[in-house]
């Protein structure tokens, strides 16, 4: 009898050690087991598996392996509090151990057809029915350009704006005109953000955007006025250098221009569909706990332009003057009212809004050891409220940029964003940022290397006063952030604004940060800006070198708001006393 209960206790505690496990492959059968040799086609499924295991397996792990592949997404993958784990248990979804699972938002475009000379089309039936647009095209990794006018990286200057900042007179007139039905884009450089409208009409040098081309309320800084950078894109008759393309949607034809000799149909090109591609969403009552995700990739997210354009305020907030309110871009990725999950090695790439969100009610959630890299818009914001900026009631006040949270319990709490690599974010909207935390309590920004980035790369705060808000305890320490400020102006490596008691900017490596000659306005670029009513914040052991303006800017605060100790400001590897040890702790080996 002692025998049988001691198996019998055994088998007890080793069913509550081994872990549940499912796979999933491409070519795999839901109508499975979902083991190794007969796994699951779809993450979905996957999903249907994990919660019917939510009473039978008590305190054991489950984890889900997904194999190599492609998963092409018809729709974003849901997470809720019944997909997680709890307080003794962890749901892990994550890639098989040497392959790559590739989570697409996108579809592949096949069929071409050669038009002339070295342009080829595709005929999309859905884009003709008004089922789908895309703003973005991917060859191979490669995010290839709309056709435009100037060609490359070269900008136009606007010579003029009328009252209404509708009409504008370009300074180089352009080679063709216009209509509504074109779809074409004007992009305008103001001196941190972009604007981005639709194009009614343009004859010569004269454009006519649908909505006003800026954020008035900013004055000239952030509204269109003349010798302001700019370009028109998306247009057929742009279409004239290998990599441009150009989307009718009116009968669904994607023109491409390829290099001579080149056959797309030899070639993988990848259009998203999708804008979301994952989201994970509890409650207040019930948050999602205990969920993580490692070591996939998440790429091709679409980002629709709404109506009224893009008009950017800053760091991938954008409005119009006709509101006073404001929208952040999406995130391919989503977390809202989740605790302790995460996200580990994985990748997002090919977005044309922003990478990695939390939003609402996150705590203690971590982004560890990922790879961002062509991003739309922000590679990872904490404290993303575009929910509550849409109206879900989250907000204080009215739905401004420094509307706080209506409770406190709202404000992202104790969140992680440490060793991951983040570059060319702000690829479409090149006033986003790399990493940006506002209206969040005891955030950690550390050991992320940062580079190649249009405007800023760490953004901290989002009031512009001295009040006091949930924002407080952010740590950002021993980051490598360089080669920044690329394309606009009035920023810098690191960027703070307001009080944020307890926050401490520590051994961060910030340098390269440039100036173009296209960057609009007086403003300069630093290596740390602190900005309006930063306050409260402690300041050591930061080396900065290599700056177009001084290693650090005040505005409408000074030094005296601020402790400083031990910093290194422009002494460079090349200087006697540059501080190589402390250096060599910042940021991580690229990935």
Known sequence: MGTLLMNLILTVVNLAVVPVVFYVAPGGDDGGPGTLEAPFATIQRAQDAVRAQGTDCDSRDITVYLRGGVYYLDAPLVFTPADGGDEKRVVTYKAYE??????????????????????????LPEVAAGNWYFRQLFREETR????????????????????????????????????????????????????????????????????????????????????????????????????????????????????????PNETSFIAPRLELLLRAEGTDAAPVRNLHFEGLTF??????????????????????????RSYALPGAVKFSRAENCGVTRCRVTHTGA?????????????????????????GIMVGWRGDALEGDGSLSGDRSLSADWVAP????????????????????????????????????IHHNDISDMPYTGISIGFRWDSEETTQRNCTVEFNHVRDVMKMLADGGAIYTLGYQPGTVLRGNLLH?????????????????????????????????????????????????????NTNYFGVSPEDSGFPGDAAAQAGRPRL
């Open 299 to 324: 790429s091709h997210a679409e980002w629709a332009l709404p109506e009224f354009g893009y008009v950017g305020i800053q760091a991938g907030h954008y409005g119009t003057s006709m509101e006073a």
């Open 354 to 378: 922003s990478g990695i969100v939390l939003g609402a009610g996150c705590r203690d959630n971590t982004i560890s050891q990922c790879v961002l890299e062509d991003i739309g818009g922000t």
């Open 98 to 123: 040497g392959e790559t699972p590739v989570l697409s938002g996108g579809r592949p475009v096949t069929g071409w057809t050669r038009a002339e000379g070295d342009q080829w089309t595709a005929v």
């Open 144 to 263: 290839l350009p709309r056709g435009r006018f100037p060609n490359g990286e070269d900008l136009v200057r606007v010579a003029a704006v009328d009252d209404t900042v509708t009409e504008i007179t370009l300074k180089s007139p352009l080679p063709v005109s216009l209509t509504e039905a074109e779809q074409a884009e004007l992009v305008v450089y103001q001196n941190w953000s972009i604007t981005r409208m639709l194009v009614k009409t343009a004859e010569g040098a004269q454009v006519r955007v649908s909505h006003p081309a800026g954020w008035i309320g900013h004055g000239s800084m952030t509204t269109t006025s003349p010798d302001k950078p700019c370009f028109v894109e998306n247009t057929r008759a742009f279409v004239d250098v290998p990599g441009e393309w150009y989307l009718d949607r009116r009968t669904g034809g994607l023109l491409y221009q390829a290099a001579p000799g080149e056959d």
């Open 409 to 444: 319990a709202l404000a992202p709490t104790g969140n992680t964003v440490g060793e991951c690599g983040l570059r060319r974010c702000g690829a479409v909207n090149h006033g986003c940022v790399g990493v940006f935390d506002a209206f969040c309590d005891g955030t950690r």
């Open 512 to 564: 390269d940060v440039h100036r173009s000659a296209f960057a609009h306005g007086g403003a300069p670029n630093n290596g740390i800006f602190f900005d309006q009513g930063s306050k409260g914040y402690l300041v050591e052991e930061n080396i900065i070198y290599h700056t177009s303006g001084e290693p650090i800017r005040f505005n409408q605060t000074g030094p005296e708001n601020l402790t400083f």
